[in-house]
């Protein structure tokens, strides 16, 4: 399974981007699949999730009401729509996906085990 994530770019605070990843290969229905990001000096944090199956979703408490994770089972894609973003949200983005992730940990990076190569989002103040 390879994972393909883009979509990043620059745009000041405030301003909106759409993330992609799509998925290809030996491609079947995850269970679960997630952004996650990466500042630079720090840790992969959690994003957002949506199970594959059902559409339920997840979010970081710091994205709640500005991000949104959407899939097209057709395209065997999932989306990020990121708005009102600000300084902070500067990060590489990678998106994942988890055949065995269950709902108690999909906040937690070690659950998935396919990644894309991440894309970079740059927010100015």
């Known amino acids: 399974v390879q994972l393909q994530a883009y979509g990043g770019g620059l745009v000041q605070a405030g301003g909106f981007l759409r993330l992609s990843c799509a998925a290809s290969g030996r491609t079947f229905r995850h269970r679960y699949m997630a952004w996650f990001r990466q500042a630079p000096g720090k840790e992969r944090d959690f994003v957002a999730a949506?199970?594959?199956?059902?559409?339920?979703?997840d979010y970081a408490d710091s994205v709640k009401g500005r991000f949104t994770i959407s899939r097209d089972n057709a395209k065997d894609t999932v989306y990020l729509q990121m708005n009102s973003l600000r300084p902070e949200d500067t990060a590489v983005y990678y998106c994942?996906?988890?055949?065995?992730?269950?709902?108690?940990?999909?906040?937690?990076?070690?659950?998935?085990?396919?990644w894309g190569q991440g894309t970079l989002v740059t927010v100015s103040s």
């Open positions: 994942a996906a988890g055949p065995s992730v269950i709902r108690s940990t999909v906040a937690s990076p070690a659950a998935y085990a396919y």
């Open positions: 949506i199970n594959w199956g059902s559409g339920n979703t």
